[in-house]
């Protein structure tokens, strides 16, 4: 039988829900793992074993609450917690106690989530490093700025947690960690209580193991139940072959796992085609730096103003080289965005999804959170993507493709990175090593 801690969420959530489980065990069985493990891969900054098991023996006695009754979560520290210090990832706010949940952590508490703690993220979400480890091999970054919520999910200690993505920080670390992360389309979870860094960027997502799984969680932060899918797989869908602007920055490895990961789709019974972005797509990734740098600037303004002493050397180029963004150049990356969203309908006019490169390659070695590069373009598209573990690179870490949807097409784009990622191998390329460094 396999292990409560290393279940689907969906699946536990079928056994809690008929009760052959109990919300008890399964804590417990989380809390073992987190007991084990933590201690190397660092990914929480907070934690209440006592307050997660009165939770759950509260709703082993109760009906059932919720689709997420009874599951145990990690919420990024990014996101306001009643009951939990929230400190953004920097100094400036060790010990803060906000006064409420997140809109979303509380929908998700509503649904019957069990909070076991915070998970780590970088200094506001951005690339300062924090201490958290890959969880395949420890001496490699797990990436940022979801870090602490990928490496909890990948190395079993709970099976979902919360992400959110500003240039690549719900991608970069799945792909990293060997998860599933998805950025949900633009505006789909209300992002009250979320720190802001960049009013038109930050977005609120889900990292799991499975599809499904990160569906039912976004299903409920959304308040959208038809975004959660079953674990049935549907009808092969149209995929779009995308090597981007970028395609000459990936390492071999990431440029082998890219055409095995085609190969496979199309072996399984994919339409498969390439697809070739317009030429004003290239503008795209200068135009997402520009804006968020902007933005991060202006959302940090207190902080700069107040605490600049306690900001890292990170954190300070960021905010200076955002605050040199002057209003026109800003203005007109924004416009430049606008006009690529007005195309994607003939980008994806004969395709249901596009699949194209995650990250450069394997984590690299260090605490350095890597480069968004390649997710940076989707993100200020403002379309859903989901992270697919598709392999590992020659030093046995994972590597996996972005599927992409058009916007708002959230529960296609979903089905579809479903079936994808069965094809490409599913489980066998999530799970973490039995003998981990």
Not at 57 to 81: C, E, N, S
Not at 88 to 94: C, F, K, Q
Not at 228 to 233: K, P, R, T
């Amino acid at each position: 039988m396999t292990a409560l801690n290393r279940m689907s969420a969906r699946e536990l959530a079928r056994k809690l829900a008929r009760r052959d489980l109990t919300a008890s065990a399964v804590v417990a069985a989380c809390f073992e793992r987190i007991a084990a493990r933590e201690t190397q891969v660092r990914a929480w900054t907070h934690l209440d074993r006592d307050a997660a098991l009165a939770r759950a023996r509260a709703l082993d006695r109760a009906a059932l609450t919720g689709p997420l009754h009874g599951l145990p979560i990690g919420v990024k520290d990014l996101f306001d917690t009643v009951d939990m210090p929230t400190a953004y990832g920097s100094p400036i706010y060790t010990g803060h106690r906000p006064p409420w949940d997140a809109s979303s952590v509380s929908l998700a508490r509503a649904a019957g989530a069990i909070v076991v703690g915070k998970t780590v993220t970088t200094e506001f979400a951005t690339f300062h490093p924090r201490p958290t480890r890959n969880p395949h091999h420890l001496a490699h970054t797990p990436g940022g700025s979801s870090s602490g919520s990928a490496a909890a999910v990948a190395d079993c200690m709970v099976p979902l947690a919360f992400g959110s993505q500003t240039a690549g920080s719900i991608v970069r670390p799945s792909a990293f960690c060997g998860v599933i992360g998805y950025k949900p389309t633009y505006g789909t979870i209300n992002r009250v209580g979320a720190r802001m860094i960049s009013d038109t960027l930050d977005t609120v997502g889900a990292i799991a193991r499975t599809v499904p799984d990160v569906a039912l969680l976004v299903s409920v932060l959304a308040e959208r139940p038809e975004l959660a899918i079953d674990d049935e797989v549907g009808a092969a869908p149209r995929v779009g072959l995308c090597r981007t602007h970028q395609w000459s920055e990936l390492t071999e490895d990431a440029m082998t796992c890219f055409d095995t990961t085609a190969r496979a789709l199309e072996h399984a019974g994919a339409t498969v085609r390439d697809v070739t972005l317009p030429n004003s797509f290239a503008g795209l990734v200068a135009a997402q730096i520009s804006i968020m740098t902007h933005e991060v600037a202006a959302c940090l303004s207190y902080e700069w103003l107040q605490h600049r002493d306690r900001l890292s050397a990170d954190m300070v180029k960021m905010i200076e080289q955002g605050r040199g963004v002057s209003k026109t150049h800003y203005d007109a990356a924004r416009e430049l965005a606008h006009a690529c969203r007005a195309e994607l309908g003939d980008v994806f006019r004969d395709v249901d999804v596009l699949v194209a490169p995650s990250t450069h390659g394997e984590a690299p070695e260090g605490m350095a959170t890597g480069d968004p590069l390649f997710q940076r373009m989707w993100t200020l598209l403002h379309v859903p993507c989901v992270h697919v573990p598709a392999g590992r690179g020659s030093h046995g870490l994972p590597l996996g493709v972005t599927v992409i949807g058009a916007l708002a097409s959230d529960r296609m784009l979903l089905s579809a990175a479903h079936w994808i990622h069965r094809a490409v191998g599913g489980s066998e390329v999530t799970t973490v090593p039995g003998r981990m460094q």
